[in-house]
């Protein structure tokens, strides 16, 4: 039974009824037929005023400075690898909750989204709405998601994910209505809502209609065990994970709600990605997202991608070409007919150095942990020149953190201890009493062995060896000597780890776009996959069960601080939280970033409302999905 409404509660849900009183509906539009399905109408399809939602989105393109495009076409894109065919999911973006360009939240896949006191969330589906085979999209698809998928101890051992916990405790589950679900915690759960936009998101819904042929509670059994000795898997729940693949796009029968949708399992070099005919977005002229009828991706190795983009065979292209390949992009151009735009990436920094603070050696763990060792190496280093000999100048120098285009933004976040001051770096060391040097120049640890850092890298990225090989020439003007040291990821977390890495050189922070509505993970030392804290990490991840705990006074602050934000409740709190780690990053220098807002090349053959200036990165842009790629179109 529904449990009795708060007052507050019941005027937001008197205000969600108003909303749907006066919102427009599809029948408000005059529809058109979009080209391509009108044969089929009549035929295995329903007419569009059937296939949209009552409700559906509507998109003013003329507002937010686009066209309105014309229905038809396809554009071929190149991917390194087949697997990279998970990135239409990527692109197409339809969430139930969306970033906007502006890094605001919005209703998408959902019709209303209430939050009342950040942790009682009311989620309003779209009357009407379908899923790609035309099925009904229903708060059932919601409540098999929770109910039989993610609280089933078989298909989900590890039980239920963070954003679904607060205060360690799960939430109350209850369904409304048909298109109504509630999600209620007894404390504030600020991680659930952005979960939902990420751009590989939870999916906290499932086709439900389909995927209960293979779960246990609904299924024949005998039919899943015996697909299940066809596919070589061990379990039912082996079989039902498998099936349900949302994100990876590698099951062609699996109902969708993206733009674009794979239909056959024919090819692992050219996947043709087909538009959804019953997607829920329709533009301001009534005709229904996305423009375009159909996406190509052909695998190609990663290294002649570039060669090939620049012959024109890509009609939309920015996996696997960089920085180093905009010359002969822009030589390319007139010959393949197409623009090369320069996106600007929106990671904290291109390269950044990762000090280990958690480095095993007592020595080199002394030194790592003084605050005066790390902007010494800091102000040993010259932006300026790294950004004009790796980039033209088009970067910016500063430190590893959020970018200007974020709300969080400060200039001294940017600039505190990232000038160029060989004179004050070497006083800093000698304060340290690092005084002794050995005949080359290089200064020599309090235990007498010479001062020489050892960076590791992937070894994926000559742009990161370059660089290093810049840093290494100032730091010699300060006493110290780099070796740069290639490697593997695996084998870096697991040095990291051990406590054998001392530096490592790596991108900066994933997410340099940040409000104060995104979670800090990435800021604080919670994750034992972040090479510069790695054994903390471990420790607050796994529950003090393995790794060290943190001692050092701004690593225990910072947890301190992302706790409190895991339960605060209002915009100002959060944002008075983030501010004070983004403080202590910039005193400390944690991460010692190089340059950031590096521009990322976006090749556009022919292809209209693709933003000329945009972000390019994963979280929160999802490369081409905050642009939302539904509303490209051929010219």
Known sequence: MTPRLSQHRLLAVALAALAVLIAVPATALTLKETPSLAGRVGVDLPPVGERVPEEPLVVDLVARGRQIGTPGGHIDTLIGRSRDVRLINVWGYARLVGYDEDLELRPDLLKDFIEEEGRVFTLVLRKGHKWSDGHPFTSEDIRFWYEDVALNGELQPSGLPQFMLAGGEPPLFEVIDETTVRFSWNAPNPLFKPELAKSRPPFIYRPAHYLKQFHARYGDMDKIAKLAEEKKLRSWAALFNKMDDMYDARNPDLPSLQPWVRLADDSERRFVLHRNPYYHRIDKAGQQLPYLDSVVMTVADGKIIPAKTQAGEADLQARNIGFSDITILKQGEKAGRFDTYLWPISKGSQISLLPNLTVADPVWREVMQDTRFRHALSLGIDRVMINKVLYLGFGTAGNDTVLSRSPLFRPEYRDLYAGFDPDRANELLDEMGLTERRGDGVRLLPDGRPLEIIVEATG?????????????????????????????????????????????????????????????????????????????????????????????????????????????????????????????????????????????????????????????????????GIHRMDEFYRK
């Open 460 to 624: 994926e990225s000559q742009e990161e060896l370059d660089a290093l090989e810049l840093v290494g020439e100032t730091w010699r003007e300060i006493g110290v000597k780099l070796f740069s040291k290639p490697s593997q990821r695996d084998i870096m977390r697991e040095r990291a780890l051990s406590g054998l890495m001392v530096m490592a050189v790596w991108s900066g922070f994933e997410n340099g776009i940040p409000t104060s509505e995104m979670t800090p993970e990435d800021f604080v030392p919670v994750r034992g996959d972040f090479l510069s804290w790695a054994r903390w990490g471990n420790w607050y991840e796994t529950d003090g069960q393995t790794g060290e705990k943190p001692e050092w006074g701004p690593a225990v602050r910072l947890i301190e601080l992302y706790e409190a934000w895991l339960v605060s409740s209002s915009h100002e709190e959060r944002t008075e939280i983030w501010h004070e780690i983004l403080r202590i990053h910039a005193e400390e220098t944690i991460h010692i970033g190089l340059v950031s807002e590096v521009r990322q090349p976006v090749v556009v053959k022919n292809l209209g409302n693709v933003p000329e200036e945009g972000i390019y990165g994963w979280d929160p842009g999802a490369h081409f």
